[in-house]
Protein backbone atom coordinates (compact mmCIF):
# COMPACT_ATOMS: atom_id res chain seq x y z
CA UNK A 1 0.00 0.00 0.00
CA UNK A 2 1.01 3.93 -0.24
CA UNK A 3 -0.61 7.14 0.09
CA UNK A 4 -1.14 7.08 -4.01
CA UNK A 5 -4.11 4.20 -3.55
CA UNK A 6 -5.20 5.56 -0.51
CA UNK A 7 -4.10 4.02 2.74
CA UNK A 8 -3.73 5.14 6.27
CA UNK A 9 -0.17 5.95 6.75
CA UNK A 10 0.52 5.56 10.66
CA UNK A 11 3.37 8.05 12.05
CA UNK A 12 5.98 5.29 11.97
CA UNK A 13 5.24 5.23 8.09
CA UNK A 14 3.26 1.92 7.78
CA UNK A 15 -0.07 1.58 6.61
CA UNK A 16 -3.16 0.30 8.60
CA UNK A 17 -4.35 -1.65 5.53
CA UNK A 18 -0.52 -3.67 5.35
CA UNK A 19 -1.29 -4.05 9.34
CA UNK A 20 -4.67 -5.67 8.37
CA UNK A 21 -2.80 -8.03 5.56
CA UNK A 22 -0.29 -9.20 8.18
CA UNK A 23 -3.28 -9.68 11.10
CA UNK A 24 -5.40 -11.84 8.25
CA UNK A 25 -2.10 -13.95 7.41
CA UNK A 26 -1.17 -14.32 11.04
CA UNK A 27 1.96 -13.12 10.12
CA UNK A 28 4.33 -9.75 11.13
CA UNK A 29 7.70 -8.50 10.72
CA UNK A 30 10.02 -7.58 13.65
CA UNK A 31 9.21 -3.70 13.09
CA UNK A 32 5.34 -4.48 13.70
CA UNK A 33 5.93 -6.39 17.01
CA UNK A 34 7.92 -4.04 18.63
CA UNK A 35 6.62 -0.51 17.06
CA UNK A 36 4.03 1.45 19.13
CA UNK A 37 1.75 2.84 16.30
CA UNK A 38 1.46 -0.72 14.88
CA UNK A 39 0.93 -2.13 18.04
CA UNK A 40 -1.98 -0.08 18.81
CA UNK A 41 -3.28 -0.71 15.40
CA UNK A 42 -3.19 -4.35 15.70
CA UNK A 43 -4.84 -4.05 19.06
CA UNK A 44 -7.74 -2.12 17.30
CA UNK A 45 -8.12 -4.15 14.22
CA UNK A 46 -8.22 -6.95 16.47
CA UNK A 47 -11.19 -5.51 18.45
CA UNK A 48 -12.85 -4.46 15.50
CA UNK A 49 -12.40 -7.98 13.89
CA UNK A 50 -14.13 -9.39 17.48
CA UNK A 51 -16.86 -6.77 17.31
CA UNK A 52 -17.51 -7.26 13.69
CA UNK A 53 -17.61 -11.71 14.07
CA UNK A 54 -20.15 -10.64 16.76
CA UNK A 55 -22.36 -8.73 14.80
CA UNK A 56 -21.76 -11.47 12.00
CA UNK A 57 -23.55 -13.92 14.64
CA UNK A 58 -26.31 -11.66 15.47
CA UNK A 59 -29.56 -12.32 13.84
CA UNK A 60 -30.59 -8.68 12.53
CA UNK A 61 -30.07 -7.85 9.08
CA UNK A 62 -26.77 -5.30 8.82
CA UNK A 63 -27.89 -2.32 6.96
CA UNK A 64 -26.43 -1.89 3.33
CA UNK A 65 -23.85 0.57 3.81
CA UNK A 66 -22.23 -1.91 6.72
CA UNK A 67 -19.19 -2.51 5.10
CA UNK A 68 -18.46 1.06 3.63
CA UNK A 69 -18.48 1.86 7.42
CA UNK A 70 -16.48 -0.69 8.81
CA UNK A 71 -13.58 0.12 6.01
CA UNK A 72 -13.99 4.16 7.49
CA UNK A 73 -13.38 2.81 10.72
CA UNK A 74 -10.34 1.32 9.71
CA UNK A 75 -8.85 3.97 7.41
CA UNK A 76 -9.91 6.65 10.04
CA UNK A 77 -6.97 8.34 10.77
CA UNK A 78 -5.53 6.59 13.66
CA UNK A 79 -3.74 8.99 16.29
CA UNK A 80 -3.06 8.16 20.17
CA UNK A 81 -5.69 11.21 20.87
CA UNK A 82 -8.03 9.23 19.01
CA UNK A 83 -7.59 6.06 20.99
CA UNK A 84 -9.90 4.92 24.03
CA UNK A 85 -8.81 3.03 26.78
CA UNK A 86 -9.25 -0.48 27.08
CA UNK A 87 -8.79 -2.28 30.70
CA UNK A 88 -8.03 -5.88 30.03
CA UNK A 89 -6.72 -9.00 31.80
CA UNK A 90 -3.50 -8.18 30.29
CA UNK A 91 -3.40 -4.82 31.61
CA UNK A 92 -4.58 -1.78 29.84
CA UNK A 93 -4.69 -1.42 26.36
CA UNK A 94 -6.63 0.90 23.58
CA UNK A 95 -9.35 1.15 20.78
CA UNK A 96 -9.69 3.21 17.87
CA UNK A 97 -12.50 5.34 18.64
CA UNK A 98 -13.48 5.17 15.15
CA UNK A 99 -13.63 1.50 15.45
CA UNK A 100 -15.97 1.62 18.82
CA UNK A 101 -18.62 4.43 17.14
CA UNK A 102 -18.56 2.02 14.04
CA UNK A 103 -19.69 -1.14 16.78
CA UNK A 104 -22.34 1.69 18.07
CA UNK A 105 -23.41 3.05 14.96
CA UNK A 106 -24.57 -0.35 13.97
CA UNK A 107 -26.13 -1.06 16.92
CA UNK A 108 -28.39 1.66 16.31
CA UNK A 109 -28.89 1.65 12.91
CA UNK A 110 -30.74 -1.77 13.81
CA UNK A 111 -33.32 -0.05 15.16
CA UNK A 112 -35.97 0.13 12.55
CA UNK A 113 -36.40 3.30 11.10
CA UNK A 114 -33.18 4.53 12.75
CA UNK A 115 -30.06 6.48 11.19
CA UNK A 116 -27.73 6.89 13.23
CA UNK A 117 -25.26 9.93 12.62
CA UNK A 118 -22.90 11.48 14.67
CA UNK A 119 -21.66 9.59 17.55
CA UNK A 120 -19.06 10.46 19.91
CA UNK A 121 -17.52 8.17 22.79
CA UNK A 122 -15.21 10.23 25.99
CA UNK A 123 -13.49 8.45 28.08
CA UNK A 124 -15.32 9.21 32.01
CA UNK A 125 -11.96 8.64 33.75
CA UNK A 126 -8.00 8.06 32.72
CA UNK A 127 -8.04 4.56 32.14
CA UNK A 128 -11.01 3.11 33.25
CA UNK A 129 -13.54 1.21 31.14
CA UNK A 130 -16.27 4.29 32.05
CA UNK A 131 -17.17 6.26 29.23
CA UNK A 132 -19.99 8.73 27.88
CA UNK A 133 -21.34 8.46 24.91
CA UNK A 134 -23.26 11.03 22.51
CA UNK A 135 -24.80 10.12 19.07
CA UNK A 136 -27.28 11.70 17.40
CA UNK A 137 -30.01 10.06 15.27
CA UNK A 138 -32.39 10.60 12.39
CA UNK A 139 -35.42 9.00 13.50
CA UNK A 140 -38.82 7.45 11.03
CA UNK A 141 -41.42 9.98 12.49
CA UNK A 142 -44.57 7.79 10.90
CA UNK A 143 -42.88 4.35 12.58
CA UNK A 144 -43.09 3.57 16.51
CA UNK A 145 -43.12 6.29 19.06
CA UNK A 146 -39.95 8.06 18.95
CA UNK A 147 -39.74 8.13 22.93
CA UNK A 148 -40.16 4.47 22.31
CA UNK A 149 -37.15 4.23 19.57
CA UNK A 150 -34.75 6.17 21.63
CA UNK A 151 -35.05 3.78 24.53
CA UNK A 152 -34.39 0.71 22.04
CA UNK A 153 -31.20 2.66 20.63
CA UNK A 154 -29.83 3.45 24.26
CA UNK A 155 -30.58 0.36 25.48
CA UNK A 156 -28.37 -1.23 22.35
CA UNK A 157 -26.06 1.43 23.18
CA UNK A 158 -25.58 0.45 26.41
CA UNK A 159 -25.40 -3.49 25.56
CA UNK A 160 -23.04 -3.36 22.34
CA UNK A 161 -20.21 -1.05 24.29
CA UNK A 162 -20.33 -3.58 27.42
CA UNK A 163 -21.20 -6.89 25.63
CA UNK A 164 -18.65 -6.19 22.32
CA UNK A 165 -16.30 -3.70 22.83
CA UNK A 166 -15.99 -3.66 26.53
CA UNK A 167 -16.24 -0.46 28.02
CA UNK A 168 -19.03 0.90 30.27
CA UNK A 169 -20.97 3.30 29.38
CA UNK A 170 -21.89 5.59 32.78
CA UNK A 171 -23.97 8.32 30.32
CA UNK A 172 -25.62 7.61 26.91
CA UNK A 173 -26.95 11.16 25.51
CA UNK A 174 -29.14 10.57 22.17
CA UNK A 175 -30.73 13.51 20.20
CA UNK A 176 -33.03 12.90 17.64
CA UNK A 177 -31.28 15.77 15.36
CA UNK A 178 -34.00 14.90 12.61
CA UNK A 179 -36.89 13.24 11.16
CA UNK A 180 -37.96 11.84 8.37
CA UNK A 181 -40.79 9.69 6.64
CA UNK A 182 -41.12 6.76 4.87
CA UNK A 183 -42.15 8.53 1.95
CA UNK A 184 -39.06 10.32 1.77
CA UNK A 185 -36.92 7.69 2.19
Known amino acids: ?5 GGQQLPCGRYVEDIAVHLDHGGSDAHSRTCEHCLVAR ?3 GRLAVATQLLRDDPAAPPPNLLDRIMSAVRAEFRSSDALPLPTPSGPSQVAHAAVAAVLR ?3 DGV ?3 WSRH ?3 TPVTENGPEVRVEMSLSVRVDGPPIAEVVAEVRRRLVAALSGQVGLVATVVDVVVADVWSQEDA
Open 119 to 121: CRI
Open 112 to 114: TGV
Open 1 to 5: MNAQS
Open 43 to 45: ESL
Open 106 to 108: YAA
